[in-house]
Nanobody, 124 residues
């Protein structure tokens, strides 16, 4: 069974930094795209940053220049370095990954998986 486990959230003052990590574990053939989403109070879940298996990166406009996404394929881990944090960055941050897993009869199946979320709170 594939699992995504986030860590690194917490409480920080405005202007501070946090680094989130997400470890994928289980029987996996390949991890494709990986990304971070967030859901603030009363808001819909939104994409923060995404990185493909080839290293192409996409950021939400609201975090460009402040957040950096990276991945370590050897460790099955994706990171989100968050600098110059603002109160409006307060949200539950979720890891997401498109993972290909082996099925019986040699079939490969790709699906999206989510972590349980980690709370990031930025005080003013």
């Amino acid at each position: 069974q594939v699992r995504l486990v986030e860590s690194g959230g917490g409480l920080v003052q405005a202007g501070g930094s946090l680094r989130l990590s997400c470890l994928a574990s289980g029987i996996m053939f390949r991890i494709n795209d990986m990304g971070w989403y967030r859901q603030g109070p009363g808001l819909q879940r939104e994409l923060v940053a995404q990185i493909t298996s080839g290293g192409r990166i996409n950021y939400a406009d609201s975090v460009k220049g402040r957040f950096t996404i990276s991945r370590d394929n050897a460790k099955n881990t994706v990171y989100l370095q968050m600098n110059s944090l603002k109160p409006e960055d307060t949200a539950v941050y979720y890891c997401n990954a498109d993972i290909t897993i082996p099925q019986p009869m040699g079939i490969m199946k790709s699906d999206y998986y989510w972590g349980q979320g980690t709370q990031v709170t930025v005080s003013s």
